[in-house]
T-cell receptor
Framework: DTEVTQTPKHLVMGMTNKKSLKCEQHMGHRAMYWYKQKAKKPPELMFVYSYEKLSINESVPSRFSPECPNSSLLNLHLHALQPEDSALYLC??????????????FGQGTRLTVV | KNEVEQSPQNLTAQEGEFITINCSYSVGISALHWLQQHPGGGIVSLFM???GKKKHGRLIATINIQEKHSSLHITASHPRDSAVYIC?????????????FGKGTKLSVKP
């Protein structure tokens, strides 16, 4: 199994809603990443979890709250989002963090629309 | 100047044509990824290179570390190859690196 699975594929939420994005991998990878991608732009790193601990937070607003309950699962909790947060949210995983020659595996993404 | 530059930004080809997409980078790297993204979709890793050349089916990727340049070639292109191709480099050094992405090349292959 070389897949990173993200759910849901699409999400529409109001600015007062609370929702969560989910990312799962069963490759035994110990680093997992959240990226945000706006239309026609490259992905931007949001968070990195390494061995279930948050190791990088790229100054992301607190309305985005990551969680890594175990080594296979990564969540992104969303609350009080703004319309400009509408984007494709991508999850990725690597064996042990992006060290030396490490291949990254990406999920299909969740297309989020905030109304 | 971006740390990872791709060219061209947009590319339209006829089915069957040989296609080349270029990537130049200005930082020290330990590896370079070529990624494919279909419209509205997730990202698929095509190649990870740290030296030389790799081939997978009709896709060939090369890298010249001294010149800080990589190319992705598609032979006998097909409409299903239409996608955005992204070059991403793994910045050298540190225990927790990050991928630096190029802006992507949008490829459209016409039948």
């Amino acid at each position: 199994d070389t897949e990173v699975t993200q759910t849901p594929k699409h999400l529409v939420m109001g600015m007062t809603n609370k929702k969560s994005l989910k990312c799962e991998q069963h490759m035994g990878h110990r680093a997992m990443y959240w990226y945000k991608q706006k239309a026609k732009k490259p992905p931007e790193l949001m968070f990195v979890y390494s061995y279930e601990k948050l190791s990088i937070n790229e100054s992301v607003p607190s309305r985005f709250s990551p969680e890594c309950p175990n080594s296979s699962l990564l969540n992104l909790h969303l609350h009080a989002l703004q319309p400009e947060d509408s984007a494709l949210y991508l999850c990725a995983s690597t064996r042990q963090g992006l060290v030396r020659n490490t291949e990254a595996f990406f999920g299909q993404g969740t297309r989020l629309t905030v109304v | 100047k971006n740390e990872v530059e791709q060219s061209p930004q947009n590319l339209t080809a006829q089915e069957g044509e040989f296609i080349t997409i270029n990537c130049s980078y200005s930082v020290g790297i330990s590896a370079l990824h070529w990624l494919q993204q279909h419209p509205g979709g997730g990202i698929v890793s095509l190649f990870m290179l740290s030296s030389g050349k790799k081939k997978h089916g009709r896709l060939i990727a090369t890298i010249n570390i001294q010149e800080k340049h990589s190319s992705l070639h598609i032979t006998a292109s097909h409409p299903r190859d239409s996608a955005v191709y992204i070059c991403a480099v793994l910045n050298y050094g540190g225990s927790q690196g990050n991928l630096i992405f190029g802006k992507g090349t949008k490829l459209s292959v016409k039948p």
